[in-house]
């Protein structure tokens, strides 16, 4: 009887185990995906941040350039412009690269949110299929489950001495149980 308490116990245990380990994976999942948006936003913030200084520093240059008309070269101003626009537009390429491995990151996460929240399901229906067992269990009467032992101990062969010594039952209800296993195997 003991056995059966500590191996339910022990079952029981590992369940709740897991169901913690499940609940701290799906915590770090929604704390990534909080990480992974702020540093889209930080992204976005940058470029705009980027564009705004070098439309001010065209606009200054620009400015330069009509007061100062034979200071510095027309085409050297444009080519400086022109490196500026490649510039923003390979800043703008890695943005974009960045924010579609975020995006990737997020699906990937939430399919594993996902498998994550089966596991979790299967694991509730384990635990209630164990508690069932467990209250199975708790109903059986202390008599039924000699009756059960002796029956398995008949099954595999042992004699009235044995089953009276091992399950504490009278010589009577032994042979008893021995008549009934050779008739149900005849």
């Known amino acids: 009887m003991f056995h059966h308490w500590l191996s339910l116990s022990l079952a029981i245990a590992a369940l709740a185990g897991v169901v913690v380990i499940v609940i701290a994976l799906v915590r770090q999942r929604q704390d990534f995906a909080a990480t992974a948006q702020a ?54 390429h890695e943005l974009t690269q960045q924010f579609s491995d975020l995006q990737q990151r997020q699906q990937s996460l939430a399919e594993s949110q996902q498998q994550l929240h089966e596991l979790q399901q299967s694991l509730q229906s384990a635990q209630k299929a164990l508690q069932q067992r467990q209250a199975e269990i708790e109903e059986q009467t202390p008599e039924s489950r000699f009756y059960q032992r002796a029956a398995k101990l008949v099954e595999k062969g042992a004699s009235v001495e044995e089953l009276m010594a091992e399950c504490e039952i009278p010589r009577n209800e032994a042979e008893l149980l021995i008549s009934l296993h050779r008739r149900n195997d005849a």
């Open 39 to 92: 540093l889209a936003d930080s992204a976005a913030q940058s470029a705009a941040t980027a564009a705004a200084r070098a439309a001010k520093q065209a606009a200054n240059k620009a400015a330069k350039l009509q007061s100062e008309k034979y200071t510095k070269p027309l085409a050297s101003a444009h080519q400086d412009i022109l490196q500026q626009f490649a510039d923003l537009e390979q800043s703008q």
